[in-house]
């Protein structure tokens, strides 16, 4: 039972300082409901027409970011064409190159063959 008039004070305590902080709001309040609705209502125009201009530099800004971006993008796929272009006359120089000391190495040994073939006497 005891515990039951705790709940009791508690609530009553609760309610009180409700009531007392409502009345303790209307008197202190620094401005009347109406002016103060009026007051929210201007700040929301405000903010709306901030955000609204906010929105459209942040549009701006992406198509400006979009742009950037595209012309970045074609800049690294030139670079990349040049030097694809680049590694592929290296590797075409290269394969020349083997391919023109791969014919001097077998006209070598042909010349060899020919000669030993003319050292050794005819098969009887």
């Known amino acids: 039972m005891a515990e039951d008039s705790h709940g009791w004070e508690f609530l009553t305590g609760f309610l009180l300082g409700t009531v007392v902080g409502a009345a303790a709001a209307l008197l202190l309040a620094p401005q009347a409901g109406e002016d103060t609705r ?3 209502r201007e700040r929301g125009i ?3 027409s901030r955000a609204a201009d906010l929105s459209e530099q942040g549009r701006k800004r992406a198509e400006e970011l979009a742009v950037e971006a595209r012309q970045r ?3 690294a796929q030139e670079r990349g064409r040049l030097a694809l272009e680049e590694q ?3 590797l075409q120089d290269a394969l020349d190159e083997g391919k023109d ?3 001097k190495k077998r ?6 063959l020919e000669a030993e073939k003319a050292k050794r006497p005819p098969a009887a």
């Not at 006209?107 to 060899?112: C, K, P, V």
């Open 88 to 90: 592929r006359a290296r």
């Open 46 to 48: 405000e903010l709306k």
């Open 73 to 75: 993008a074609a800049e």
């Open 101 to 103: 000391a791969a014919a």
């Open 38 to 40: 009026e007051q929210i």
């Open 107 to 112: 006209d070598e040994l042909m010349a060899r």
